[in-house]
């Protein structure tokens, strides 16, 4: 996590006090999250002292942003700002980004946090809190830590059917768990079972935790299914959206955009586990082969790729692929080879484009049907999936 006063034009930077507290506050939350986890991991900070930005708008143009009819937040000014000041950019951000708006006379903006790209383990994140509430508002640090959860990808608990006043989660708005300045409340919020999961499959901040269903619900209960936040729209950046097309015709009402827009599930039965909002189901080939045409927003350089084909544990699974970029107005062979596994990893030579081809040789159905595709480069997964592929 990287501390990122901002200061509009016009506008006081913070003082040496302002960062002393912020900093303690920090290490506060760093120490709870790591107690809260039983000791098994916290995030980092990635600087021991504040890291001062002065803004290129004013006040007012922020606060005119965040109420524009045209949809754009303050917040997505204050993270394009930011990436361009680190060089960086959405894809290959390494914060989550601790922004502390400096705002003297009022709390502007209200607090909130979420993921860069949206899901788990995706990139960096971000959280913005005002120096007003840093200054003025006893329950800082209890709406740190959960403005820091949000930048890490978990969602409020009200999205697993739980009631937000009540609820023990550190994603709830329960006031029991307010803090007094650097007090701390007499029953401190917590995390539920499905908060430590959602944490455990972000490996970026938390790599050393594991979700265990023994220890980390005791109690046995039944878990809502895994829930994310979206991508941000972010000033100055490309979208995050791959797009995916097929000549080879669509079935049972899947879309090839399935292939990149959700977690992958395993091919596995009992019986018909079929679902058509997760899979790319093709039309039957005469040939045997089918094709997706895979658009990324930005220039990659691939070095393996990850195909899951068949559901059900037995039907439509790719023999064989083909991989091709697109260089000028042709396609070129990158790799061809047998699938081995219906969750194969096909190693090719390194190669960078924006347009690339995956063709997939079917069984005898003459038809295939992919549960998903990952992209990894020389260093590890780019634009993965919103919920980390966890093994067949």
């Given at each position: 996590?990287?501390?990122?006063?901002?200061?509009?034009?016009?506008?006081?930077?913070?003082?040496?006090?302002?960062?002393?507290?912020?900093?303690?506050?920090?290490?506060?939350?760093?120490?709870?999250?790591?107690?809260?986890?039983?000791?098994?991991?916290?995030?980092?900070?990635?600087?021991?002292?504040?890291?001062?930005?002065?803004?290129?708008n004013?006040?007012?143009?922020?606060?005119?942003?965040?109420?524009?009819?045209?949809?754009?937040?303050?917040?997505?000014?204050?993270?394009?700002?930011?990436?361009d000041?680190?060089?960086?950019?959405?894809?290959?951000?390494?914060?989550?980004?601790?922004?502390?708006?400096?705002s003297p006379?009022?709390?502007?903006p209200?607090?909130?946090?979420?993921?860069?790209?949206?899901?788990?383990?995706?990139?960096?994140?971000?959280?913005?809190?005002?120096?007003?509430?840093?200054?003025?508002?006893?329950?800082?640090?209890?709406t740190?830590?959960?403005e820091?959860?949000h930048?890490?990808?978990?969602?409020?608990?009200?999205?697993?059917?739980?009631?937000?006043?009540t609820?023990p989660?550190?994603?709830?708005y329960?006031?029991?768990?307010?803090?007094?300045g650097?007090?701390?409340?007499?029953?401190?919020?917590?995390?539920?079972p499905?908060?430590?999961?959602?944490?455990?499959?972000?490996?970026?901040?938390?790599?050393?935790?594991?979700?265990?269903p023994?220890?980390?619900?005791?109690?046995?209960?039944?878990?809502?299914?895994?829930?994310?936040?979206?991508?941000?729209?972010?000033?100055?950046?490309?979208?995050?959206?791959?797009?995916?097309?097929?000549?080879?015709?669509?079935?049972?009402?899947?879309?090839?955009l399935n292939?990149?827009?959700?977690?992958?599930?395993?091919?596995?039965?009992?019986?018909?586990?079929?679902?058509?909002?997760?899979?790319?189901?093709?039309?039957?080939?005469?040939?045997?082969?089918?094709?997706?045409?895979?658009?990324?927003?930005?220039?990659?350089?691939?070095?393996?790729?990850?195909?899951?084909?068949?559901?059900?544990?037995?039907?439509?699974a790719?023999?064989?692929?083909?991989?091709?970029?697109?260089?000028?107005?042709?396609?070129?062979?990158?790799?061809?080879?047998?699938?081995?596994?219906?969750?194969?990893?096909v190693?090719?030579?390194?190669?960078?484009?924006?347009?690339?081809?995956v063709?997939?040789?079917?069984?005898?159905s003459?038809?295939?049907?992919?549960?998903?595709?990952?992209?990894?480069?020389?260093?590890?997964?780019?634009?993965?999936?919103?919920?980390?592929?966890r093994?067949?």
């Amino acid at each position: 996590m990287c501390e990122a006063p901002f200061g509009p034009k016009g506008e006081p930077l913070p003082t040496r006090e302002q960062k002393l507290k912020l900093m303690k506050h920090v290490k506060w939350s760093q120490d709870w999250f790591r107690q809260a986890l039983a000791g098994r991991d916290t995030f980092r900070i990635a600087k021991a002292t504040p890291d001062v930005y002065r803004a290129r708008n004013s006040f007012a143009f922020y606060r005119q942003e965040s109420t524009s009819a045209a949809g754009v937040s303050c917040a997505s000014h204050f993270v394009g700002e930011l990436l361009d000041h680190y060089r960086v950019n959405r894809f290959n951000c390494p914060y989550v980004l601790a922004i502390l708006f400096m705002s003297p006379r009022e709390d502007f903006p209200v607090g909130g946090g979420r993921p860069l790209n949206g899901g788990f383990s995706r990139g960096g994140g971000l959280l913005h809190m005002s120096s007003y509430a840093l200054d003025k508002f006893p329950n800082f640090q209890s709406t740190l830590r959960h403005e820091l959860a949000h930048g890490f990808g978990l969602p409020h608990v009200e999205v697993y059917g739980y009631d937000m006043q009540t609820n023990p989660s550190v994603m709830a708005y329960n006031p029991s768990h307010h803090t007094n300045g650097f007090q701390d409340s007499a029953t401190p919020s917590r995390f539920i079972p499905e908060d430590v999961r959602g944490l455990a499959l972000n490996k970026r901040c938390f790599a050393k935790l594991e979700f265990d269903p023994a220890g980390d619900n005791p109690d046995g209960k039944s878990l809502y299914r895994i829930v994310w936040l979206g991508p941000m729209d972010i000033v100055g950046q490309p979208s995050l959206d791959i797009d995916v097309t097929t000549s080879s015709g669509s079935s049972h009402g899947t879309k090839p955009l399935n292939v990149v827009q959700r977690d992958i599930w395993p091919s596995k039965g009992p019986g018909v586990q079929f679902n058509a909002a997760r899979t790319w189901h093709s039309q039957a080939s005469d040939s045997g082969w089918v094709s997706l045409d895979v658009i990324f927003p930005v220039a990659v350089t691939l070095a393996r790729m990850g195909i899951h084909t068949q559901h059900s544990g037995q039907y439509h699974a790719a023999e064989r692929v083909r991989i091709q970029v697109k260089e000028g107005e042709e396609y070129r062979d990158v790799v061809e080879q047998d699938l081995k596994s219906v969750d194969a990893i096909v190693a090719m030579p390194p190669t960078r484009g924006t347009k690339w081809r995956v063709h997939l040789r079917a069984g005898k159905s003459k038809m295939v049907v992919v549960r998903g595709l990952r992209f990894f480069g020389e260093s590890g997964e780019v634009f993965p999936p919103a919920v980390p592929y966890r093994g067949p």
